[in-house]
């Protein structure tokens, strides 16, 4: 995770994250407000034992979005690692080789880095596991394209990392208007026994279906979320490894959305646990598993 020093509204993503908001605050006070909403949600990861590693994000580098690691990379349990295609050319600078370093001197293990950042050259995105749902155990990546998620990048990250790719296209009403939403893990979260999903924003029927066989056929069970409930970040969720048990971990405005019987399935698997994280949510249009670069690094 990284602890902001800049956070603010960019202005280079609002353009099709429709999850932005502006708030009437200056931006030291956003930044502020959004690093004590940071610390109190790592407190609480660390608090039912998730071990968490905070690296800082670096000032200089001025990267209002660097509280959303997951975005440019991800980590695999062989020791390799996806560095992506950013959207926002200020987003490209939280690439930073600091963070890998840091990984290793906690003791992981990389052996490949698969860096598919040539691609912004040519206009093409693939934002990490914003753009891709991996299910590490099936090997399938769950992907709905749009501005931020090109299909031939993410054919290329299949064939490297033997993924099968699932893939569709998710839509949101902006104005009257269905427009793709900007990241697949806002209408979508993909646990170990369950799947938490916005099946509305799934327009195609056979895209829809197609969706639905692959995760039926997982033995997921589907706990559908409303489009109303995605825009309280309710899909923007992740199944984490706590000191003995499991939790699924999630804004407290998208918990305070569930109804009780989404919660009580939900519940059938893990427990709950949700931060506020208001400022960040309004400003950054990204919630709590934005926030979580899972690492699968094996140990050195």
């Known amino acids: 995770m990284i602890r902001p020093v800049a956070f603010r ?36 990861l660390r608090g039912v034992g998730v071990h968490v590693i905070v690296e800082n994000d670096d000032l200089r580098m001025d990267t209002p979005d660097s509280i959303f690691p997951n975005n440019w990379i991800s980590f695999h349990e062989n020791g390799d690692i996806g560095l992506y295609p950013m959207f926002a050319e200020n987003r490209r600078r939280e690439r930073r080789e600091e963070v890998l370093i840091r990984l290793e001197n906690e003791g992981f293990k990389i052996n490949n880095i698969y860096d598919y950042t040539p691609a912004e050259d040519e206009g093409f995105f693939l934002e990490g596991t914003g753009s891709l749902l991996l299910d590490r155990v099936n090997h399938k990546a769950y992907c709905a394209l749009s501005p931020r998620a090109d299909e031939e990048l993410l054919i290329e990250f299949c064939e490297d990392f033997e993924y099968l790719p699932v893939i569709f296209t998710a839509n949101q009403t902006v104005d009257g ?8 893990n806002v209408m979508m979260c993909l646990a170990e026994e369950f799947c938490v999903i916005c099946l509305d924003s799934i327009d195609d029927a056979k895209e829809k279906k197609n969706v639905v066989q692959h995760l039926k056929t997982d033995g997921k069970e589907i706990i559908s979320i409303t489009e109303a409930q995605m825009h309280h970040f309710a899909g923007n969720m992740l199944q984490v490894q706590g000191r003995d048990k499991k939790y699924l971990v999630m804004s407290a405005a998208a918990h305070s959305s569930l109804t ?14 949700s931060s506020d994280l208001t400022t960040i949510e309004t400003c950054g249009g990204g919630s709590a598993r934005c926030m979580m670069a899972e690492v699968f690094l094996p140990k050195a």
């Open 9 to 44: 509204m960019n202005e280079q993503t609002a353009v099709n994250n429709f999850f932005q908001e502006d708030i009437a605050l200056k931006n030291a006070e956003i930044n502020t407000k959004a690093q004590a909403e940071f610390d109190a949600f790592v407190q609480k």
């Open 177 to 184: 208007k269905r427009v793709p939403i900007y990241h697949t």
């Open 260 to 273: 009780e019987n989404q919660i009580a399935a939900i519940e059938k698997h893990c427990e709950i646990l």
